[in-house]
């Protein structure tokens, strides 16, 4: 099982970034996908999550209206677009897959650095 997140680095404030999580090893439509982050010295957050077909969504209120998150089933790949980037929102962020049908089947990325500078 593997989720490989990419895209992250290093942005002006009012910037925008693209991550991406590609998952392999597991029925990707059969999980929820999440993206949470972790600023330092700071506990971690969710930042938004995903159904499995893409319909539904739902996003910390800290992010609202400035990322949105997204999937292709296809590509068996999560997406969190970033717009309108602030310097509290550097972090390193995480790709999170939970199981739909089986309780406590879960995996996380190695998480990516984003930084947001002013």
């Known amino acids: 099982v593997q989720l490989v997140e990419s895209g992250g680095g290093l942005v002006q404030s009012g910037g925008s970034l693209r991550l991406s999580c590609a998952a392999s090893?597991?029925?990707?439509?059969?999980?929820?996908m999440s993206w949470y982050r972790q600023a330092p010295g700071k506990e971690r957050e969710l930042v938004a999550g995903?159904?499995?077909?893409?319909?539904?969504?739902n996003y910390a209120d800290s992010v609202k209206g400035r990322f949105t998150i997204s999937r292709d089933n296809g590509k068996n790949t999560v997406y969190l677009q970033m717009n309108s980037l602030k310097p509290e929102d550097t972090a390193v962020y995480f790709c999170y897959a939970n199981s739909f049908f089986s309780v406590g089947i879960e995996y996380w990325g190695q998480g990516i650095q984003v930084t947001v500078s002013s």
């Open positions: 995903i159904n499995r077909f893409g319909s539904t969504s």
């Open positions: 090893g597991f029925t990707f439509r059969n999980f929820v």
